[in-house]
Protein backbone atom coordinates (compact mmCIF):
# COMPACT_ATOMS: atom_id res chain seq x y z
CA UNK A 1 0.00 0.00 0.00
CA UNK A 2 1.15 3.62 -0.55
CA UNK A 3 1.65 4.50 2.91
CA UNK A 4 3.15 1.31 3.82
CA UNK A 5 6.48 1.08 5.72
CA UNK A 6 7.83 -1.81 3.50
CA UNK A 7 10.24 -1.01 1.14
CA UNK A 8 10.31 -2.13 -2.17
CA UNK A 9 12.80 -3.59 -4.29
CA UNK A 10 11.39 -2.26 -8.38
CA UNK A 11 13.84 -4.64 -9.89
CA UNK A 12 13.04 -7.75 -8.54
CA UNK A 13 10.76 -10.26 -9.98
CA UNK A 14 8.05 -11.98 -7.98
CA UNK A 15 5.53 -13.08 -10.27
CA UNK A 16 6.28 -13.60 -14.02
CA UNK A 17 3.96 -14.68 -16.79
CA UNK A 18 3.60 -14.43 -20.54
CA UNK A 19 1.29 -15.21 -23.39
CA UNK A 20 1.01 -15.66 -27.26
CA UNK A 21 -2.57 -17.35 -26.98
CA UNK A 22 -4.53 -15.00 -29.27
CA UNK A 23 -7.76 -15.18 -27.23
CA UNK A 24 -6.21 -13.99 -24.17
CA UNK A 25 -4.13 -11.09 -25.89
CA UNK A 26 -7.76 -10.22 -27.89
CA UNK A 27 -9.62 -10.23 -24.25
CA UNK A 28 -6.58 -8.10 -22.78
CA UNK A 29 -7.48 -5.95 -25.43
CA UNK A 30 -11.14 -5.70 -25.14
CA UNK A 31 -10.21 -4.24 -21.81
CA UNK A 32 -8.79 -1.19 -23.83
CA UNK A 33 -11.81 -0.96 -26.16
CA UNK A 34 -13.45 2.36 -25.57
CA UNK A 35 -11.25 3.63 -22.96
CA UNK A 36 -9.57 7.59 -23.68
CA UNK A 37 -6.06 8.23 -22.63
CA UNK A 38 -6.46 9.98 -19.20
CA UNK A 39 -3.34 11.61 -19.52
CA UNK A 40 -0.82 12.64 -16.86
CA UNK A 41 -1.53 11.12 -13.82
CA UNK A 42 0.33 12.26 -10.43
CA UNK A 43 1.72 9.99 -7.74
CA UNK A 44 0.27 5.99 -8.88
CA UNK A 45 1.93 3.35 -6.98
CA UNK A 46 2.89 0.52 -9.45
CA UNK A 47 2.01 -3.13 -8.17
CA UNK A 48 2.09 -4.71 -11.53
CA UNK A 49 4.44 -3.92 -14.83
CA UNK A 50 3.31 -5.31 -18.32
CA UNK A 51 6.02 -5.50 -20.81
CA UNK A 52 5.18 -6.04 -24.42
CA UNK A 53 7.44 -7.53 -27.00
CA UNK A 54 7.59 -8.57 -30.53
CA UNK A 55 9.68 -11.60 -30.49
CA UNK A 56 12.65 -10.44 -28.05
CA UNK A 57 12.64 -6.42 -28.64
CA UNK A 58 10.57 -4.90 -25.82
CA UNK A 59 8.03 -2.26 -27.45
CA UNK A 60 6.98 -1.04 -24.28
CA UNK A 61 5.78 -1.07 -20.38
CA UNK A 62 2.92 -0.24 -18.54
CA UNK A 63 2.80 -0.29 -14.53
CA UNK A 64 -1.01 -0.97 -13.02
CA UNK A 65 -1.67 0.63 -10.01
CA UNK A 66 -5.00 -1.03 -8.32
CA UNK A 67 -5.24 1.46 -4.75
CA UNK A 68 -5.35 5.04 -6.05
CA UNK A 69 -8.18 5.14 -8.10
CA UNK A 70 -11.41 3.22 -5.81
CA UNK A 71 -12.66 0.75 -8.18
CA UNK A 72 -10.24 1.07 -11.33
CA UNK A 73 -7.01 -0.16 -12.50
CA UNK A 74 -4.74 2.66 -13.65
CA UNK A 75 -2.64 1.55 -16.28
CA UNK A 76 0.76 4.34 -16.89
CA UNK A 77 3.47 4.82 -18.21
CA UNK A 78 6.65 5.08 -16.96
CA UNK A 79 6.49 9.18 -18.11
CA UNK A 80 2.89 9.20 -16.12
CA UNK A 81 1.84 10.81 -19.48
CA UNK A 82 -0.41 8.36 -20.65
CA UNK A 83 -3.09 6.44 -18.19
CA UNK A 84 -6.05 4.49 -18.52
CA UNK A 85 -8.40 3.74 -16.36
CA UNK A 86 -10.00 0.15 -16.27
CA UNK A 87 -12.54 -1.15 -13.96
CA UNK A 88 -11.19 -3.40 -11.31
CA UNK A 89 -13.87 -6.12 -11.25
CA UNK A 90 -12.80 -6.49 -15.11
CA UNK A 91 -9.32 -6.67 -14.25
CA UNK A 92 -9.49 -9.20 -11.83
CA UNK A 93 -11.43 -11.16 -13.98
CA UNK A 94 -9.38 -10.99 -16.66
CA UNK A 95 -6.31 -11.76 -14.33
CA UNK A 96 -8.39 -15.43 -12.88
CA UNK A 97 -9.20 -16.33 -16.46
CA UNK A 98 -6.65 -19.07 -17.51
Known amino acids: LPDSTISRDLKSIVWADST ?3 RKIARFS ?3 TNIKDGG ?3 CPYGHYSISFYKDSSEL ?3 YVDTSTTKNEA ?3 DA ?3 TSFHIKL ?3 NSFLRDK
Open 30 to 32: QLF
Open 79 to 81: SYQ
Open 74 to 76: MFY
Open 60 to 62: GQY
Open 89 to 91: NAW
Open 20 to 22: VNI
Open 40 to 42: YCC
